[in-house]
């Protein structure tokens, strides 16, 4: 428990590692036929713990913890069922025919032959193994499955926990088409990384029912942190290092740390994450706020204006640039904060932004909503803009290139937990939903409004974010090798958004009402059938977790060629090459001319009126060796830019007696009293 309040549960014992995930060398490519041998060889088993001193095997497809899920989109009540299993049915070989594929590049009809949670052709008239099930996909669309990159599952926060766990949440990405989560590691501040990494695992690896990765936070800065961060990168695959320049004396670091944090997370290739807001100013403007006795959720905007969120993303740029460290802005949640990113871009510096979606989808005009329950359920942070023409702005740079990924911030509180805050703005846990919703609230706003393409749909939903955090072509790509996280689109399909209907456990849905195009009508999930036209067939526990390795191209591939001294080969001899940013020295001839004495000073401590009457305190010690600190003019006059002023207010004529004062009845220029 902190002093303000945030309670964090007690750090766990820490898990037995678990097998890095290795990515494949190549992927050929996916628009012609193709066909690999289906032997033995080729079957991928699920990751097992492993010792950590021991090799990483590969396990055989063990059995399903348990049975599978079935539910209903359509019922309120979920009723268990006994579904299918997994292993030996035809659930491990799949055909999914007549669909158009989607990446996002092009796209092209073609079927596609899924074994063993990989898919293994691509094309048409293909030979394959019997005993397979063929998923008609006529008149849809094939797009890989959605990675949500930015959520918070039962996170501790505020002095309560988000509603919705590892489970309830994986359950209802999966519902979206969503095949992937990357969650953060946040724990309370001074708890050491390694011991934080650990709790997050212990939590996820038993409770989620689609793949994960692990964003780490960095809330204190020491050397063992440094320390702690190599070992995340190099031994527990994790890429990525979020910072706070927010939530004072909670989780935000000075500007020093920051820049620190930054020159690390460059020396290890791994990517820096900051959530931009200005938190001294935060604090000062909620004080205020609550002196003019605003204290109900429109308060938590008024003090969090837009400028508080450009001012932090400009800042957070300029130290990643100067630290030559490429930067990801999470919820961009502005204009102004998107223009500081696009502006950067332009400028060629690495950084990247990500909208969620609530800023895509909605505005924060719902928190002067008479209803409290109402208000309070939208509050996040940053916040939700009041300008409603907020969500098309964003919605367009994000089709044109210029923030890159989609995630959600999904952190949900149910209204008693939101109800904390009743009488005080700042004790309302933030957090809104999204992680079920994203992918049809981004196709509604998106395609089928005209903005975007449905290429450029799966770029910004999936496979930008797969280049980011180095897991493409593994995620993100529908292609021989690829994982078959798939999802059967229907574009034309329609549904309402609704917190009676939703699979999420929170009690509240800011879309409410919205309906919205595009709908998931199947969703694979390594190789499984999760959603099958409408039923959800989940595990709990059949996730895994995704290892992130550093050095990701679409990250560093400009920062390498910028700093560091590389070695290239031109017509067999190897030269060296200066990149363009390293700071270099200008070699110049060494100076021989005269150098100046410095004269000491020794009067600084003496009283203004009892020094020798030809020193003076600006000009030094003798004046009556050299009054002038500049040479004479050409003429041979006094150079009228000399001054002996001194701010101390002393003169050169302190030592002498003071004239009296003498009364004249006539002064020169006649008296004052007279008129002229």
């Not at 329950?373 to 964003?394: I, K, Q």
């Amino acid at each position: 428990m902190t002093d303000d309040g945030y309670d964090f549960f007690a750090p766990q014992p820490r898990p037995v590692p678990r097998a890095k995930n290795t990515m494949f060398d190549l992927v050929p490519d996916a628009f012609t036929a193709k066909t690999l041998e289906l032997t033995g060889e080729h079957r991928r088993g699920k990751r097992l713990p492993q010792n950590k001193n021991s090799e990483p095997e590969v396990a055989s497809p063990r059995p399903s913890p348990s049975v599978p899920v079935q539910e209903s989109f359509d019922k309120d009540v979920v009723t268990d069922v006994e579904a299918e299993k997994w292993e030996g049915s035809a659930q491990s070989r799949l055909l999914i025919k007549g669909g158009k594929i989607v990446n996002d590049d092009q796209s092209i009809h073609a079927d596609i032959y899924i074994e063993d949670g990989v898919i293994k052709q691509i094309g048409n008239n293909l030979v394959i193994p019997g005993g397979a099930r063929t998923i008609e996909a006529q008149g849809k669309l094939i797009i890989p499955g959605g990675i949500d990159t930015h959520t918070h599952m039962q996170l501790p926060f505020m002095g309560t926990f988000a509603v919705d766990d590892f489970y309830s949440g994986t359950k209802a990405a999966l519902a979206g088409g969503t095949t992937m989560i990357m969650d953060f590691v946040l724990d309370q501040k001074g708890v050491p990384l390694l011991d934080a990494y650990d709790k997050w695992r212990n939590w996820a690896d038993s409770k989620v029912c689609c793949d994960y990765a692990l964003h780490v936070a960095v809330t204190h800065w020491s050397d063992s942190v440094a320390k702690e961060m190599e070992v995340l990168t190099k031994e527990r695959g994790v890429n990525s290092f979020k910072m706070f320049l927010a939530y004072k004396d909670v989780f935000m670091l000075d500007d020093s740390d920051l820049y620190s944090s930054f020159k690390r997370c460059k020396e290890l290739g791994a990517l820096a994450m900051v959530h931009a807001e200005n938190g001294h100013l935060i604090a000062q403007k909620s004080k205020e706020m609550i002196e003019l006795g605003i204290t109900g959720p429109e308060a938590h905007e008024m003090c969090r204006p837009e400028e508080v969120e450009a001012e932090a993303t400009n800042r957070a740029i300029m130290l990643a640039n100067e630290a030559c460290c490429p930067l990801y802005i999470v919820h961009v949640m502005s204009k102004s904060a998107a223009d500081m990113v696009t502006r950067a871009r332009r400028k060629g510096c690495v950084v990247f932004g990500e909208p969620i979606a609530a800023s895509l989808g909605t505005d924060g005009t719902h928190q002067w909503n008479k209803c409290w329950r109402h208000a309070a359920g939208h509050v996040m942070g940053p916040p939700l803009r009041p300008d409603p023409s907020t969500p098309g702005y964003l919605m367009d740079l994000l089709a044109n290139g210029d923030l890159q990924t989609t995630g959600t911030d999904n952190c949900t509180f149910n209204a008693d937990q939101k109800a904390l805050g009743k009488d005080d703005f700042r004790k309302i846990p933030n957090g809104v939903n999204g992680v079920e919703d994203r992918m049809s609230v981004i196709w509604e706003k998106g395609v089928h409004s005209g903005k975007m393409d449905p290429c450029r749909f799966v770029a910004v939903t999936s496979t930008n974010a797969a280049k980011l955090f180095n897991i493409y072509p593994q995620k993100g790509r529908i292609a021989v090798g690829s994982d078959a996280d798939i999802v059967i689109w229907d574009p034309k399909a329609t549904r309402t958004i609704s917190a009676k209907t939703h699979h999420q456990a929170v009690d509240f849905n800011i879309f409410e009402g919205m309906v919205v195009h595009g709908v998931p009508v199947f969703v694979i999930s390594n190789g499984h059938v999760v959603v099958d036209e409408g039923q959800m067939r989940v595990t709990q526990g059949q996730g895994r977790f995704i290892a992130t390795p550093c050095y990701a191209e679409a990250v560093y591939g400009r920062i390498e060629s910028r700093e560091v001294v590389i070695q290239f080969s031109v017509y067999g001899t190897i030269e060296s090459r200066e990149v363009a940013r390293r700071p270099k020295k200008v070699e110049r001839e060494v100076y021989e001319g005269p150098i100046a004495e410095v004269k000491t000073n020794s009067i600084e401590t003496a009283p203004p009126r009892h020094r020798n009457e030809n020193t003076n305190i600006i000009m030094g010690d003798d004046m009556s060796a050299d009054f002038h600190s500049r040479p004479p003019t050409r003429s041979g006059g006094r150079n009228q830019q000399d001054s002996s002023f001194s701010f101390s207010g002393d003169q050169i004529d302190d030592n002498q007696p003071r004239r009296h004062k003498i009364r004249v009845s006539n002064p020169p220029g006649g008296k004052s009293s007279n008129l002229w």
